[in-house]
């Protein structure tokens, strides 16, 4: 990885990273933000790319949040490559990083929280009770922290970046939301974190995923409407793949999360499961050229 001659600004307590942004915005500057759990990959490369063409400054977190995940969940072993995440950031061009501990994020005595509403208690939500409340109260947290004018969130992530963008609708956060596309590998599979755990084989199952998202997409071309015609076209590809134990693969809509009744330019398929033990999830937008 090239060294370059300014380094990001690496901050842990919120106190710094705010008076590093007040700085900023002194001179003007509109705050770009880019919330990660680190591990960083293209994707959020991607990110930040999106918000230095929209601000003057970019601020990064990198903060694996424990209240987003459930009690089984991988959130000791999620991966922390910090100081090559650092160097990562500072070359694609962030300004300040910060990357706050678990005590500095969450007081002992807290009581407040954001809960997320019953949409939420779909899909990703059925399957992980609680997790968009926990994604939520640090959004907003980080979001009362840093103050940016606008924020990235990529749509590999869509359901939590529909609940992010209701949220501030409905809480007044004065900030423009961009959701950016999803950076995939040439073969198709969704750049994430948790790839590092895949071993060759599991990637390699784990490209059923993507694949039974383009079956559904090719019929919606070929004028396919009928939800459960588009539905059958992707489970027939998950069928072929037993090695993927899938959590659900619906076509919904991208807002609302509501199972379709009939597919629309716009309506979101989605898919999670298992490969091997390690959860992943993909979606595509119909009607979008492969989502991009
Ligand atoms: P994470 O570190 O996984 O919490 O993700 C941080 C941000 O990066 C979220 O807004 C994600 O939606 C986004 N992101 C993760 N993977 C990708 C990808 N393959 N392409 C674009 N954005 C992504």
């Known amino acids: ?28 500057a509109r705050i770009g ?22 601000s003057d400054m970019v601020v990064m977190s990198i903060f694996v949040n424990p209240l987003q995940f459930g009690p089984s969940e991988d959130f000791s072993r999620y ?12 070359d694609a061009g962030v300004d300040i990083l910060f990357t706050p501990s ?24 059925a399957v992980r009770p609680g997790h968009f ?26 359901q939590q970046a529909a609940l992010v963008k209701a949220m501030v609708r409905d809480l007044d956060f004065a900030l423009r939301m961009i959701v950016a596309p999803t950076v ?7 750049l994430s974190s948790r790839n590092t755990y895949l071993s060759p084989e599991q990637r390699h199952d784990a490209l059923a995923l993507v694949q039974s998202l383009r079956a559904a ?13 588009i539905e059958t076209a992707g489970w027939d590809v998950l069928s072929a793949a037993p090695q993927v134990k899938v959590d659900y693969f619906a076509v919904v809509n991208s807002e609302s999360f ?31 050229n492969d989502q991009d």
Not at 102 to 125: C, F, H, K, N, P
């Open 258 to 288: 509501a199972h379709e009744l009939v597919a629309a330019p716009g309506s979101a398929v989605i898919v999670a499961g298992r490969v091997g033990p390690t959860r992943l999830i993909d979606n595509i937008m119909l009607g979008e």
């Open 33 to 54: 933000f880019v919330p990660t759990m680190g591990a960083l990959h293209r994707g959020h490369l991607s990110l930040v790319e999106r918000a230095r063409k929209e």
């Open 184 to 190: 995939r590998e040439e073969d198709g599979l969704a």
């Open 217 to 229: 997409s090719a019929v919606f071309e070929e004028g396919e409407r009928d939800i459960r015609a």
């Open 133 to 158: 409340d926990g994604v939520l109260t640090v959004v907003a947290k980080l979001f009362n922290i840093v103050q940016p004018d606008v924020a990235v969130f990529g749509r590999k992530d869509l």
């Open 102 to 125: 678990v005590e500095e994020m969450y007081r002992q005595d807290r009581l407040i929280a954001v809960t997320a509403g019953t949409t939420s208690q779909q899909w990703e939500g």
């Open 79 to 90: 991966p922390r490559p910090l100081e090559h995440d650092a160097q990562v950031a500072a």
């Open 1 to 28: 990885m090239p060294s370059t001659a300014t380094s990001s600004l690496a901050v842990s307590s919120i106190a710094d990273v705010r008076a590093a942004v007040a700085k900023a915005r002194g001179d003007a």
